[in-house]
């Protein structure tokens, strides 16, 4: 059995595959995890190499660096006829089978508020405005073959999802996240609607809940403020800085809700047990409590899809000493989100495995991005390889399992 863990350049986001194939009887698995630019690249992967086909199609979070893609995707003419088994993503859908129904001057007012959303482009380069320039939920209900796969009820730390029969293609052990941060995020949903609406919303389940909640997290991203860029040059990277900047604690109070309730998950499969870890966009702390319930010591990984582009409040000194690969995939980014120089930092000065001569930092966006275009100067790259660290473009990796 081979596993292929490949991302596509998507813009400031992530779009990662998971490819299983069996080269006794040809079959194969497929997994899709996220997307923010829909790329004519990541449109032909998916139509010559994977035949339209998606066995699990995974949606961390609802943030529109993670899910611009997807609904564009839904929303493309040539890719009506994709095939898709499973589609795990975590929205608002009412827990019962009769919901209300909101009062006509409501739904006017929430349609109101869908005008505010920016327009975005469809597949005919017309503009489209209001729920449906960018809602998921929208797109999803469009399409019934869709809809009908899409697991309704929530999906939770703890749980265990076997992939095939028999488990033939491994499992996925869900990582992040908890009930708690759900029903967090669901307290910013309903105060964002109030803010909009001047009312709260219903107390009982109502019809669409689940779209127009999406929305409401659409406009609050709206409002989110960048951090201010911090700049780093390469003469500025040395062994003392490493070192220092490794040592830096994550502070998770930085990190949103929505981050907070991002999926993450450990993949796991084969006689031998290789593993690969998604971390989506969550929190180390969480992350590190589901792993140690899987082992009390380090854990090796064929791949780490590192968190939130690599940014420094999503990976934590205890998550690093957790963690180990030789193979670190850095997705999206852009300077005041990640990749930061901490995140590295951690990778770049754990000592080595035992068996393992050298570890590689695989990254696949780098327009406006300070941190990559300064460690690929002559001096940052001779201390990374002092460190036994290689930066790579290549982001495709395969093992046998």
Not at 351 to 372: C, D, F, M, S, T
Request: charged share 25%; aromatic share 6%.
């Amino acid at each position: 059995m081979k596993a292929i863990i490949k991302t596509f350049e998507s813009g400031a986001g992530d779009c990662i595959f998971l490819v299983m194939k069996d080269e006794t009887d040809g079959s194969r698995f497929h997994i899709m995890i996220d997307c923010n630019v829909l790329t004519d690249e990541i449109k032909t992967y998916i139509r010559d190499e994977l035949y339209k086909h998606i066995d699990v199609l995974i949606v961390t979070h609802i943030d529109s660096d993670h899910a611009n893609g997807i609904t564009k995707l839904m929303r493309n003419p040539d890719f009506a006829d994709m095939q898709i088994g499973l589609i795990l993503f975590n929205g608002f859908q009412p827990q019962t089978k009769q919901p209300q129904t909101l009062p006509p001057q409501i739904v006017a007012k929430l349609q109101a508020v869908a005008e505010l959303l920016p327009p975005t482009v469809d597949e005919a380069f017309q503009k489209t405005n209001g729920m449906d320039a960018a809602c998921l939920i929208t797109e999803l209900n469009k399409h019934p073959q869709w809809k009908d796969v899409w697991r309704q009820t929530p999906i939770l730390a703890g749980e265990t999802i076997p992939l095939g029969n028999k488990e033939k293609w491994g499992r996925l052990r869900v990582l992040s996240p908890t009930q708690d941060v759900m029903d967090n995020l669901l307290h910013d949903v309903k105060l964002e609607y109030a803010k909009r609406l001047s009312s709260a919303p219903p107390n009982e389940a109502f019809e669409d809940q689940d779209k127009y909640y999406e929305l409401m997290l659409r406009l609050a991203e709206l409002r989110k403020s960048p951090s201010l860029a911090r700049k780093t040059s390469a003469e500025a990277i040395t062994k003392e800085t490493l070192n220092k900047s490794a040592k830096t604690e994550a502070e998770e109070n930085g990190v949103t809700n929505s981050n907070k309730a991002s999926l993450a998950f450990c993949w796991e499969g084969g006689e031998e047990l290789k593993r690969i870890l998604l971390m989506g966009d969550a929190v180390s702390s969480q992350v590190v409590k589901e792993l140690n319930d899987i082992d009390d010591d380090r854990i090796w990984f064929e791949a780490v899809k590192v968190s939130h582009h690599g940014s420094k409040h999503n990976t934590s000194i205890e998550l690093n000493a957790k963690v180990d690969s030789a193979h670190y995939f850095f997705t999206g980014g852009k300077d005041n989100e990640g990749p930061d120089v901490e995140t590295v930092a951690k990778i770049v000065m754990k000592p080595l495995a035992e068996g393992i001569v050298q570890r590689e930092i695989h990254y696949n966006h780098e327009k406006g991005i300070n941190l990559w275009k300064e460690l690929n100067k002559e001096n940052a790259i001779q201390l990374l390889n002092n460190h036994h660290t290689q930066l790579n473009t290549d982001n495709t990796y395969e093992f046998e399992y």
